[in-house]
Each structure stands twice: as structure tokens, then as C-alpha cells.
Nanobody
Framework: QVQLVESGGGSVQAGGSLRLSCAAS????????MAWFRQAPGKEREGVAA???????TDYADSVKGRFTISQDNKSTISLQMSSLKPEDTAMYYC????????????????WGQGTQVTVSS
């Protein structure tokens, strides 16, 4: 059974850092496209960062460029290093995965994790 499990969320003050991880399991072939999305209360889900794990190409939302870094730790795990966090980064963060020719935040993702909460206080 395909599973994505996120970890690393928590509470931090503005300006602080957090590192999220997402471990994928249950695949015969690991997905080449993995991403992070977030959803704050009362807001629509938005893409944060995506990575093509085959070639390492990344895609970021403008709101996190220069502050967040998505990376591949191993064949089945990705991370999101978040720095200079702002209160507006507060949200539930979800890991998503799929197989795609073009891997961006606009790609379609079939598999989703349960989410990990990130809270940034001012």
C-alpha cells in the first residue's frame, strides 16, 4: 500500500527554522515527482515546492523562494528546509507524490500524506 508519512512539524517563532521530511513507501518504483503543499485555515491549498527526484529540478512558490529548500535525502525521502519563517507560513503541510514527465507545482499528484502542522508565532 502506497504511503507518504510527513514528520518534523512544530511551533517556532518568526525568523526561526524547521525541517520537514516525507518518507514514501509501498511503491514498486519510487515516484519521480514529489512536492510539498500547505493549507492554512480558511484558505485554499497552495503549492510550496516540488522536486523531480530523477534529475533534481525544483520548483518553488514565489512566497517561499530564497527561504525554503526542497531536497532529496534518499530514493524515497525528501525534505523541506524552512528558514526565516513568517507567521503567514503557518499551515498544515502535506507531502504529495506521483510519476510525471514534467514535475512542477502545477502537476497532478495522486498520493498524499496526512500532513504535519507548522505554526509560526510573531
Amino acid at each position: 500500500q502506497v504511503q507518504l508519512v510527513e514528520s518534523g512539524g512544530g511551533s517556532v517563532q518568526a525568523g526561526g527554522s524547521l525541517r520537514l521530511s516525507c518518507a514514501a513507501s509501498g511503491y514498486t518504483y519510487n515516484p519521480n515527482c514529489m512536492a510539498w503543499f500547505r493549507q492554512a485555515p480558511g484558505k485554499e491549498r497552495e503549492g510550496v515546492a516540488a522536486i523531480n527526484t530523477g534529475v533534481g529540478i525544483t520548483d518553488y512558490a514565489d512566497s517561499v523562494k530564497g527561504r525554503f529548500t526542497i531536497s532529496q535525502d534518499n530514493k524515497s525521502t525528501i525534505s523541506l528546509q524552512m528558514s526565516s519563517l513568517k507567521p503567514e507560513d503557518t499551515a498544515m503541510y502535506y507531502c504529495a507524490a506521483d510519476w510525471a514527465t514534467t514535475c512542477t507545482l502545477k502537476s497532478s499528484y495522486t498520493y498524499w500524506g496526512q500532513g504535519t502542522q507548522v505554526t509560526v508565532s510573531s
